[in-house]
């Protein structure tokens, strides 16, 4: 089976409906790339345009993801092709760890970053919200973001060249343990997100379903399987990632990754061959991009 490597949205910014579609287009062409080039301006705007996006919309959705620094964009040939910065496939490996592996041990401590940023460098001001935000970050208060283990190496390597009169302390807080639990649920909004992933395990196993009665192929193909996955991205993208001493006992993502699973393996290929077969078309390799 393919590893599918798609991007989600991070919870900061909130991203529009325009700017998930590139994502996952992108996720979806890197599943089956043998190169690291990224995808051909043509053949995305194409992808787009089939998942229910002008050209127009499409192409101000990417220029948009390229200004805030979540986009890359590179000569290859003849057309520019795209691809997720560094920031964003950080948060990726975060996410696929997530349904692989045991999970981060916690030290039962809060790690802090305080941050004082003049106004004069507003846009570093908000390249590190952003950025702490995709790591899993959360403000507590005005110029205190937390998270639930240190991830400050992450974030120092998204964070190149502060500006000289910026502030960055790091900080420890310690709670009882039913504190902490209480301050995750709150902060990071748990019960609303267990909510939605369990409503995603239900629409996941009816999408399931409704395959198996009437196998999609071609555009549709793609566009099932983005109606299938793309909200699960959603939410996953609203997920801090926490170790489970600080999550519920019911916590549903055991489920939801069981559940994508077997998703991406019953709807994933015949979407996959369409998108290869359109990479390899001369018509789109050809247009202008």
């Known amino acids: 089976m393919r590893n599918y490597t798609f991007v989600t949205k991070a919870t900061q910014p909130r991203w529009d409906r325009a700017a998930g579609q590139v994502f996952f287009a992108l996720g979806l062409a890197a599943a089956g790339a043998s190169t690291g080039a990224g995808l051909p301006g043509p053949v995305l705007i194409s992808l787009l345009s089939e998942l229910g996006l002008s050209e127009s919309a499409a192409r101000a959705a990417i220029l948009r993801l390229r200004r805030n620094g979540w986009l890359s964009s590179h000569r290859h040939g003849r057309h520019t092709h795209y691809a997720p910065t560094t920031a964003v496939l950080i948060h990726q490996q975060r996410v696929r760890e997530h349904f692989t592996a045991s999970g981060e041990l916690w030290d039962g401590t809060f790690?802090?970053?305080?941050?004082?940023?003049?106004?004069?460098?507003?846009?570093?001001?908000?390249?590190?919200?952003?950025?702490?935000?995709?790591?899993?970050?959360?403000?507590?208060?005005?110029?205190?973001?937390?998270?639930?283990?240190?991830?400050?190496?992450?974030?120092?390597?998204?964070?190149?060249?502060?500006?000289?009169?910026?502030?960055?302390?790091?900080?420890?807080i310690e709670l009882h343990p039913h504190d902490a639990r209480r301050l995750a649920t709150r902060i990071w909004a748990l019960e609303e997100l267990a909510r939605d992933y369990r409503d995603q395990i239900e629409a996941m196993r009816g999408a399931i379903a409704v395959a198996a009665q009437d196998r999609p192929a071609g555009p549709a193909a793609l566009r099932a399987f983005a109606a299938a996955t793309q909200p699960v991205y959603q939410a996953v993208a609203q997920d801090p990632l926490l170790p489970r001493e600080l999550l519920p006992n019911d916590w549903p993502a055991p489920q939801l990754g069981a559940a994508l699973a077997a998703t991406l393996e019953k709807l994933g290929p015949a979407a996959s061959a369409y998108v290869d077969a359109l990479t390899r078309e001369p018509s789109q390799r050809d247009r202008c991009g």
């Open 111 to 172: 790690h802090g970053l305080l941050y004082e940023v003049p106004e004069r460098d507003r846009a570093f001001r908000d390249r590190l919200r952003r950025s702490a935000r995709l790591l899993g970050y959360a403000p507590l208060r005005a110029g205190l973001l937390i998270a639930p283990t240190d991830r400050s190496a992450q974030l120092d390597a998204l964070l190149s060249n502060p500006p000289p009169e910026a502030r960055l302390l790091p900080a420890r």
